[in-house]
């Protein structure tokens, strides 16, 4: 049998995506390991920061809380729940660090508009997706007390990817406490446990009020405890709304138990799983439904997805260090005659005296160079370019090993006076592009244009 030109290149090029698909988790995995020991490493300094300067300023404290809250334990939770969590469907979901989120408690039969059709004649609405605008909007909302019926909620991680989306109903205008409940959709061909047949799995609970969270020590929100409730309740709003949909119940579907959620609360369950069947929910022609969500994948973060927030943070974050940049550059320009007359002060020869000016201005415009180009990789980040998203990282690794190689040697201090604060912007940037959904996100890119030149 003759084989054709693809058949020959075929295997090849596979075994030659399998190893590149290798050699970026390593570097990846590198990067990760590395963020995490710098965030420790960060932590320790401002520590000793901390004790030095005493309690004549306090709110050290709230930049240190800030690192360890949100850089290191997130971390340290990630890479403690890939080691001991299973990897495959126990009735629970994840949080972005791995912790065992919200139980899974309700399945759902039928299509998605479907679902929006059920969700929205029942009184629900739908959440806005997480974004910087949406956070933004949150905190002011929250502030203000101020009712905000669309607000985002946190991701929680089914099958390898986030909810699709997810319905809520504020209670009282307060931006506190809320029903709302996820929906992620199953693989093509997956079967509950015991063979049952859901095309939709959901997880509802109850916000009660916000407060911090018992593993990360975050601000967020704390759901009630018994999640039955809330899952009856969505089972009894959809049957109201009288759409046809019919309900039936696999008893015992997982063992009662009390257990913790990924904010820390108590959930109890009598382990019972509805199954709503939306199936005969008729759609009309004409109805306003949200657009479909694409079909699932293992992936957290596809290519197609809204940009994640952690690459829009870590753009933010490039974007700081080189306008830090440009405002050092700005403050020499305006002390120009200073430096020079300075140099030519310790300038041992005339002819040292005359190159002066030209060493200075030089040295200024490498500096303009490396900003503008910094600003170009910045921008190739914000469109999803992953070798981009490398260099990034690499650049500010290689600013924190400088800085803390000096700081172990005693050459040179890490204070708010001196290099403190673009230490922690770039532990930062590594802590946001080499998290999962930027990761993903990115290299979900790269292979599209793959097979877009292909």
């Not at 190893?19 to 020991?37: E, L, M, P, Q, S």
């Not at 007390?145 to 991701?155: G, I, K, L, N, T």
């Not at 020079?340 to 303009?368: C, K, Y």
Request: proline share 4%; aromatic share 8%.
């Amino acid at each position: 049998m003759t084989k054709t030109r693809s058949d020959l290149i075929g295997p090849a090029s596979g075994l030659s995506e399998d190893r590149r698909g290798r050699i970026a988790r390593i570097v990846d995995g590198w990067f990760f390991a590395f963020g995490t020991a710098a965030a420790v490493f960060l932590a320790y300094v401002l520590l000793t920061e901390a004790f030095a300067r005493g309690w004549a300023q306090a709110w050290f404290i709230l930049v240190i809380y800030l690192v360890i809250a949100y850089l290191i334990l997130p971390r340290l939770h990630t890479v403690l729940s890939r080691v001991y969590l299973p990897d495959y469907f126990i009735g629970r979901t994840r949080t972005r660090e791995g912790i065992l989120g919200d139980p899974v408690n309700l399945g759902l039969r039928g299509r998605e508009e479907q679902i929006h059709m059920a969700m929205l004649s029942a009184g629900w609405t739908l959440a806005d997706d997480l974004g910087l605008r949406a956070n933004l909007r949150i905190v002011t909302s929250t502030l203000t007390r101020r009712s905000y019926s669309e607000a985002p909620v946190s991701s929680l991680y089914l099958f390898g990817r986030p909810q699709a989306f997810c319905y809520q109903q504020e209670v009282d205008g307060s931006p506190g406490k809320r029903h709302h409940v996820r929906f992620w959709p199953t693989p093509e061909g997956w079967l509950l446990p015991g063979g049952y047949q859901a095309d939709w799995l959901a997880a509802g609970t109850y916000d009660r009020s916000v407060g911090i969270s018992v593993f990360t020590l975050q601000v967020t929100h704390r759901i009630a405890d018994d999640v039955d409730d809330e899952r009856d309740h969505i089972v009894a709003s959809i049957a109201a709304a009288d759409l046809g949909a019919s309900t039936s119940v696999i008893d015992n579907f997982s063992t009662g138990y009390h257990s913790r959620n990924g904010g820390g609360d108590a959930i109890v369950t009598d382990g019972d799983l509805p199954i709503i069947d939306l199936s005969a929910v008729v759609v009309p022609p004409a109805a306003t439904l949200p657009a479909a969500d694409a079909p699932p994948t293992r992936s957290l973060i596809r290519a197609g997805d809204p940009r994640p927030l952690d690459t829009t943070v870590g753009v933010v974050l490039m974007v700081v260090a080189a306008l830090s940049t440009v405002l050092s550059g700005a403050l020499l320009v305006s002390d120009w005659k200073q430096v020079i007359s300075e140099a030519r002060a310790t300038a041992a020869t005339a002819d040292d005296v005359v190159l002066i000016p030209w060493v200075v201005g030089a040295v200024l415009a490498l500096s303009a160079v490396v900003t503008l180009c910094y600003l170009v990789l910045a921008w190739r980040v914000h469109r999803g370019g992953n070798l981009a998203r490398l260099l990034a990282m690499t650049f500010s690794s290689t600013s924190i090993a400088t800085l803390a190689a000096s700081y172990v040697a005693g050459a040179g201090g890490l204070t708010l006076q001196t290099n403190l604060i673009g230490f922690a912007v770039d532990c930062s940037i590594i802590l946001a592009l080499s998290g999962t959904e930027a990761r993903d996100w990115a290299r979900g890119r790269q292979r599209r244009t793959r097979r877009t030149k292909a």
